[in-house]
């Protein structure tokens, strides 16, 4: 593992060098080293990104782990990106070095190292385009931004116990996320997502920062998830959601609702359904293009739970040099049935290129 990470930072540090020499400027989470072939047909990018959470946390007197302190690795990732034979036939794939967790360890997903795998054919670049491969799923807009940015506790309860981590393989009709109108349609082994959303004003509608600053843009989209085996037309696990993002001058805030309806046998052989509700809102203001205070809520109750789960958070992000080197410090509370079930305290840095 060790090894594994030296190598990965001395990757990062060899990219930085060139982008220095070649003085480039990129987007916040761009492509820093790219090479082309000549005739234009065949391009490799290469992107990274390391971020650890260094994080205190408290609990009430007398539970197990009482006080706490953890140094994290989150992630340790290399990307290789670009398009080959022609430019409407783009590829990516992501390794992750990261310790795995057990839920990526389906043998249906591949190794865990392999984050994402998946070639992508553009048959029109505004209306049509067909995924294959292993691929973030369309479940969620937070989940779909989590490459960079961290899901709220409801986001991730949303999702968590479909053992895929947010990825899949299979297959995806969509048409990307850059225009008024944006769809997905995945076939996976999980089960059908499907995901429509409307963009208004150009927004970028998948980083929670407003780095551009300006007027009023905003989108929102509804997403579904149909757990279905292929092999009948019972199913047994429906989710379903509806998220929001704004920016204003420099003010970003971007806001969901989920559902779960589960359906499990009794012990009559009939048939019952289980409820689950969630939500967030996450809130930001860039100020001068590197501060930027930041607070969090959000709340998910199962049917096994009186009041549900809330996740209260503040804190101030500082972007050096945007998206490419991020430091967080934030503290919080979690409350679980009105009860306060601990405090917590972090630093986060994440170095992108």
Known sequence: MQKKIALLVCAMTSMIAFKQAVAAVAHPMGNNLELTSADGNFRIGFKGNLQENNQFT??????????????????????????????SLTYLVQTGFEKPKGSELDSRLGANILKDYYVNLAFNEKYAHLRVGKFLTPLSRQQMMSNTFDQDEASKWFGDDLRTNGRDVGLMLHNTHHHPLEYALAAVSSGIYARIGYNHNHIDGYDPVDWHGGGLRFG??????????????????????????????????????????????????????????????????????????????????????????????????????????????????????????????GLQVQFAI
């Open 58 to 87: 408290y609990r009430k007197k007398g539970e197990e782990g009482e006080k706490d302190f953890k140094m994290e690795l989150k992630r340790a990732r290399l990307i290789l990106q670009g398009h080959a034979f022609r430019p």
């Open 220 to 345: 929102i989209a509804k997403s579904m998830f149909l757990h279905f085996d292929y092999k009948s037309a019972k199913f047994e696990d429906y989710r379903s959601s509806i998220d929001a993002i704004v920016k204003i001058a420099g003010f970003a805030a971007n806001a969901a609702f989920y559902w779960k309806l589960k359906r499990q046998e009794k012990a009559n052989k009939e048939m019952e359904n289980i409820h689950g509700y969630g939500a967030g809102v996450d809130l930001g203001y860039l100020i001068h293009g590197m501060a930027e205070p930041v607070v969090r809520y959000s709340w998910h109750k199962d049917a096994d739970s009186a009041k549900g789960f809330h996740e209260i958070l503040a804190g101030i992000n500082y972007y050096p040099y945007g998206h490419h080197l991020k430091i967080q410090a934030y503290g919080g509370a979690d409350v679980r049935d009105k009860d306060l079930s601990k405090w917590k305290l």
